[in-house]
């Protein structure tokens, strides 16, 4: 199996800095698409930004241009980071991983979420 460790994540004013990481292991496993949701009250779980093996970056709108993701395939980690933060960004974070995992049985494609770290952005 698989566990997505996050870190990162707190508080912070309108205008400053996060950044957050997550971690992936476990045993006889490849990474297709490593990602950052977001989940603010009363809201739907969104896309923040996802970065593919081998692919082009993706964001939301809404985080464009303050937002980069980038990944470690060495370590399997991705991290993001947010700049110029509002409070609108204020929501839970969850690390995605889209991943195939080996075994004698044969290979099986999973999709994986991290715990979530909270992110609260004051005015």
């Known amino acids: 199996q698989v566990q997505l460790v996050e870190s990162g994540g707190g508080l912070v004013q309108a205008g400053g800095s996060l950044r957050l990481s997550c971690a992936a292991s476990g045993s006889s496993f490849s990474i297709h698409r490593m990602g950052w949701y977001r989940q603010a009250p009363g809201k739907q779980r969104e896309l923040v930004a996802a970065?593919?093996?081998?692919?082009?970056?993706n964001y939301a709108d809404s985080v464009k241009g303050r937002f980069t993701i980038s990944r470690d395939d060495a370590k399997n980690t991705v991290s993001l980071q947010m700049n110029s933060l509002k409070p609108e960004d204020t929501a839970v974070y969850y690390c995605?991983?889209?991943?195939?995992?080996?075994?004698?049985?044969?290979?099986?494609?999973?999709?994986?979420w991290g715990q979530g770290t909270q992110v609260t952005v004051s005015s």
């Open positions: 970065i593919p093996t081998g692919g082009s970056t």
């Open positions: 995605n991983a889209q991943l195939t995992l080996s075994s004698r049985a044969g290979d099986v494609r999973r999709n994986y």
